[in-house]
């Protein structure tokens, strides 16, 4: 069972930042980000499903003109999935994430929203601790999830 989210104990840095939804036009640039954060990268065909799909949110944070990183979520019946999340490489260990993450939680802040779900690399450790920080809890260990045979470990948050 999950914890009421609470992101104070999450750093977040003191970052001159903007949120803005992609775009069509931020399509190449999401996909060669996509590229540098992980060895298996979704296409650019999935990303342009997402920005056709009504459930679809992708969110980007750019520091100084420059993109930063995204995070790609659905929201569903009381319940947002987070399932994308990332941060380029240089701007890693900045508050990237705990800015997106806070960003979608206050947009779904309207009383509708229960659960939050996401799964995460159980071998990512410094994500799995970022999401405990936010008050994610495991819930069960998704054996051979990814492309490469990695297991996947479900969180969850509810929201009280």
């Known amino acids: 069972m999950g914890q009421s989210f609470d992101s104070a104990n999450c750093a977040g840095h003191s970052l001159q930042y903007n949120i ?3 775009e069509k036009k931020d399509l190449n640039a999401v996909v060669a980000a996509e ?3 992980y060895a298996h990268p979704w296409s650019s ?3 342009r499903q997402e920005l056709d799909n009504p459930l679809s949110a992708i969110d980007l944070l750019f520091l100084e003109e420059q993109l930063a990183g995204y995070l790609c979520s659905w ?3 009381g319940e947002l999935h987070i399932h994308n999340v990332a941060t380029l490489p240089p701007f890693r260990r900045r508050g990237v994430a705990v800015r997106l993450i806070r960003h979608v939680m206050a947009r779904c802040s309207d009383g ?3 659960k939050v779900f996401l799964e995460v690399r159980v071998g990512n450790s410094a994500a799995i601790s970022l999401y ?3 008050g994610f809890a495991d819930v069960v260990v998704r054996k051979n999830y990814y492309p490469d045979g990695e297991d ?3 969180m969850e948050l509810n929201i009280d």
């Open 35 to 37: 590229r540098l954060c």
């Open 152 to 154: 996947a470990l479900l």
């Open 45 to 47: 065909e999935l990303f």
């Open 20 to 22: 803005r939804p992609m």
């Open 132 to 134: 405990r920080c936010f």
């Open 112 to 114: 509708a929203l229960e």
């Open 75 to 77: 929201r569903i019946c």
